[in-house]
């Protein structure tokens, strides 16, 4: 039996992936007639992502279209706007929540649906509502990219970014090594997992399925940390909810370039983009030396 499942996405300037994503939710709801409420919070578009989300508002196409501009006047951390912008999304879930229910958080920036057909999504719900993880996460391919979210013993135990930008305040060269040692090596490629299921601590990776009550979401939010607010993702606090949280590497979505680009460089573009980083620390050596003169 399905429960009762609300697909919640923030969106900001992402109208050409947000009306792809949509298109796939509205089309999925009506061929498998199951119980799905749509809501969209965004915060300061101007691409005609608000125009488009309200006339599928006023169409009943979704089901609450939730506007939270102006954030970055309130708030210097873009963490801590996201993390605003969530709990509003999980809000809606709060006063329309009446069982145990399905939550699915969306960036609507990404590509989220074109590597899964309508038979498989409606699968994976169903697995998870028979498996015993709390929640149920993607795979980035070809690389899985969101090592920021990430907390798996063996692979990302620590806050990866925060350490290497920490480092590279420090060391102005070999920044390539630092970022490689600590990012992009940590990237890794789907075909390095054999299991279907991979236990961590935290992730989240775009997109991800939790299965919530009401009591459960009273007592969740996400959160910021007190310091750093910028280097410590929002879905850390969250995901210290649920007791079990699973990677389903056969449930994927398409990596984002701009974050995996190194691994799918060439070994040419790889050796150009080294040689760039090294002039670019050599840049920073001079400018501190002529700064302190």
């Known amino acids: 039996m399905f429960l009762p499942i609300f697909f919640i996405g923030m969106s900001k300037n992402c109208y050409k992936s947000l009306n792809k994503n949509l298109d796939y939710l509205l089309k999925f709801k009506e061929a498998t007639g199951l119980d799905i409420k749509i809501c969209v919070v965004d915060s300061d578009s101007v691409d005609g992502t608000k125009d488009y989300c309200q006339k599928l508002l006023e169409e009943h196409k979704i089901d609450r279209f939730i506007e939270v501009d102006n954030l970055g006047e309130k708030y210097k951390s873009r963490i801590k706007r996201l993390a605003v912008s969530r709990n509003q999304g999980l809000n809606f879930i709060k006063e329309e929540i009446k ?39 993607p795979y980035s391919v070809p690389y899985y990219y969101d090592i ?45 997992f054999k299991k279907d299921f991979i236990n961590v601590e935290s992730a ?71 040689l760039k980083t090294f002039k670019n620390d050599l840049k920073t050596f001079y400018k501190k030396i002529k700064n302190e003169d």
Request: hydrophobic content about 40%.
């Open 204 to 274: 989240f990776g775009g997109m991800g399925m939790y299965k919530v009550s009401k009591e459960l979401l009273e007592k969740s939010k996400y959160s910021t940390s007190q310091n750093n607010e910028d280097m410590f993702s929002e879905h850390l606090f969250f995901n210290k909810n649920f007791s079990r949280l699973d990677i389903f590497t056969k449930w994927n979505i398409v990596a984002p370039k701009e974050y995996t680009f190194f691994n799918s460089f060439s070994l040419n573009e790889k050796l150009i983009y080294v």
């Open 99 to 137: 069982q145990e229910s399905i939550y699915v958080p969306m960036d609507m920036d990404l590509d989220l649906f074109s590597l899964t057909d309508f038979n498989s999504l409606k699968s994976i719900i169903q697995l998870f509502i028979e498996k015993d993880s709390d929640c149920l996460l």
């Open 148 to 192: 920021f979210a990430l907390r798996k013993k063996g692979w990302v135990k620590n806050n990866n970014i925060f350490i290497s930008k920490k480092i590279k305040n420090k060391m102005i060269f070999f920044s390539f090594f630092i970022n490689y040692f600590f990012i992009f090596r940590k990237q890794k490629h789907i075909k390095k």
